[in-house]
């Protein structure tokens, strides 16, 4: 199972938010890049990097932080946020992400996102399932869309996609534990996707379960943030 660790970007900066409520933010490092590089020198080989200001704004803000990141660090990078149209997509690929992640326009414009996947391949093209119960969650996870999680997963997978970052809202940047009786069910329902684990992951055990469950990779964020995992926690698993 892949470690990805996540940086979230807001103002340029390294901030966490809970449950993806804005008013709750925390910021814990004004450079990014020195982040990115403390995951790359621990051993870590891939990052998750959100441009929050780009979810916000419908089009990507962080480029020049990608771009410093993906310079100065070998790091595989999947960015997301505010990749809206083809121009973003190539400006985020351009600036030296390995992967995008379409969110809300898989929901909105799936016609966009279905030519994206023919056109660069599900290895470059992921998948955000942002959910909360049932529903996938759009616009910043604002909002609760009409589509259920099982409907957008058959429906990507049908059109070609792979690989998902699977975010249960509920849980994401709390340290409660990661969904785990979710992603064991979503791994046994649909053997052919590629599932990344975000949202909640607090200790190694949560780690070590979600491997065990068959998660293809997870995303760990606050804790790494708050100390209940620390770097060298995560070497068995590089």
Sequence with gaps: MDIIPAIDLLNG????????DFA???????DPLAVAQRFEAAGVRRLHLVDLDGARAGHPVNLAVLERIARHTGLDIDAGGGIQTDAALAQVLG??????????????????VHG??????????????????AHVMVNAWADRSAWTLAAFLEAY????????????VSKDGLLQGPALAIYRQLVLDYPAARFIASGGVTTVADLEALAKAGLYGAIVGKALYEGTIVLADLRPFL
């Design 157 to 168: 997978l049908a059109a070609g996609a792979r690989t998902f970052v699977c975010t249960d």
């Design 24 to 30: 709750r933010q925390t910021t814990y490092d004004a």
């Design 13 to 20: 900066q390294c901030v966490r938010l809970s449950a993806g």
């Design 95 to 112: 600036a030296g992400a390995a992967h995008a992640t379409a969110g809300s326009l898989a929901v909105r414009a799936p016609a966009t």
């Design 116 to 133: 994206w996947l023919a056109r660069h391949g599900a290895g470059v093209v992921f998948l955000g399932a942002d959910f909360l119960g």
